[in-house]
């Protein structure tokens, strides 16, 4: 294993050995090669470039306290891939493709994976580019497809701590029939800039409304968010919210603990009745949140009272967490080891 302060890690890019890489040409898929190299070689104008024929997918692996190591629901990931794919017109890499190119990645960056109670895990990041040149506007004939893989800690610097986000009205991430459900590049460069006007206000992330109307909540930043009201499990649901695969496992682990769960459209106004929010992704599992206040209105709506993440949230945090690292039995089947 690597010597790494594993404990000090940033969520953040870190340089391992290996990539792997698969091309897309004359109507197939290649063979799966393996770089040691950081960087492409790529045409000037190829569509990714010019546009934005780009998607990516991102994911983590986790060394047990049993020493297994698990990777969290793939076929999720893979399926969202192609879904991406699809909605931007480019080649979609097959399941059993981006299955072998995954365990490559994880077996030949082993040394790379932390060791439990860290807080850390190996995070993999699968994308795929129209690497074909045009010069029109349309798609391109040849697709990259790589994975690389790094180690990575909590995405915000408070970890499981509340955090306070910002509702903004001035900006939208997608449009009402736009990209929002799939896991473009673009829609990620529409949130750069209100992301880091609400860093710089003193907010870890800002809470987008629907485009259409601003009166439904729609993402966390790069998450989604959900709301515990006594027991239910409310999460807003639209085309435009990425379908999050922390959401997906919280909605089933809420029903299991006996909750209501609650998949629809969320109004702004319901802020005021929920006991707990949050924000939940890959990166953080939850962010709890303490306080979110509406930019343009001024509306303050609190939580977390005693500045500790509520009850509710802080069990499905742990028992998702608990099955990512193997310490809860896997009933789901939602974990594969990596031999
Ligand atoms: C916009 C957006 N919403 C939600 C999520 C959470 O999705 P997941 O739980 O699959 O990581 C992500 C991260 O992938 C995201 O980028």
């Not at 040849?142 to 990575?152: D, Q, T």
């Not at 695969?245 to 919280?250: A, E």
């Not at 089933?252 to 005021?272: F, S, T, W, Y």
């Not at 945090?317 to 896997?330: A, F, R, W």
């Amino acid at each position: 294993m690597e010597n790494i302060d594993w404990g000090g890690l940033p969520f953040g890019y870190y340089r391992t050995h290996y990539n792997v890489r698969c091309y897309y040409r004359d109507g197939k898929w290649g063979e799966i090669e393996v770089s040691s190299s950081e960087y492409i070689n790529i045409h000037i104008a190829a569509t990714c470039l010019h546009y934005g024929q780009e998607c990516f997918e991102g994911m983590k692996v986790f060394r047990g306290k049993d020493g297994k190591i698990r990777v969290f629901r793939w076929e999720e990931n893979a399926k969202r891939m192609q879904n991406s794919c699809e909605g931007i017109m480019m080649a979609e890499p097959p399941l059993e493709l981006f299955r072998e190119m995954m365990v490559k990645v994880i077996r030949m960056n082993e040394r790379f994976i932390p060791p439990p109670d860290h807080g850390a895990a190996l995070y993999l990041r699968p994308l795929t580019i129209g690497t074909g040149p045009q010069v029109g506007v349309k798609p391109a004939d040849e697709y990259l497809f790589l994975i690389f893989a790094g180690p990575v800690g909590p995405y915000f610097k408070e970890g499981f701590n509340p955090v306070d986000v910002q509702i903004v009205r001035d900006y939208d991430r997608t449009a009402p029939h736009g990209t929002g459900h799939i896991k473009v590049g673009g829609n990620y460069a529409a949130s750069l800039k209100p992301a880091a006007r609400a860093k710089k206000e003193g907010f870890s992330t800002v809470l987008f409304l629907d485009a259409k109307e601003n009166k439904f909540i729609d993402e966390a930043g790069p998450a989604n968010f959900f709301g515990i009201k006594g027991n239910s499990y409310i999460t807003p649901q639209s085309h435009t919210i990425l379908p999050s695969i922390t959401n997906k496992s919280l909605r089933q682990i809420a029903k299991d603990m006996g909750m209501n769960v609650e998949h629809r459209p969320v109004r702004v106004e319901e802020l005021e009745g929920f006991d707990e929010v949050g924000a939940c992704g890959t990166a953080a599992v939850i962010s709890p949140i303490k306080k979110i206040i509406d930019r343009q209105t001024g509306r303050v709506y609190e939580y977390c009272k005693d500045g500790k993440a509520g009850p509710v949230s802080t069990k499905l945090y742990n028992t998702l967490k608990g099955i990512q690292e193997g310490k809860i039995e896997d009933r789901y089947g939602w974990t594969m080891i990596i031999d």
